[in-house]
């Protein structure tokens, strides 16, 4: 996933981790996506018109 929006994550790539859920147990329309970074371990909730999914090139 490219991630599109807050600044501090924008333009980073990340790897959804599944969607978010309520206390309920209800699934929410929010998406926990875990930034690729080396630096640090960073997990955020996105909306989808908040990423964008991507496709690796095959080479």
Not at 22 to 40: M, N, Y
């Amino acid at each position: 996933m490219l991630i599109l929006r807050h600044s501090y994550v924008a333009g980073k790539v990340g790897i959804v981790c599944g969607r978010e859920s309520h206390s309920d147990g209800q699934a929410s329309k929010r998406w926990l996506i875990q930034v690729d970074s080396d630096e640090e371990n960073i997990i955020v909730s996105l909306t989808v018109n908040e990423f964008e999914v991507i496709s690796p090139e095959l080479e």
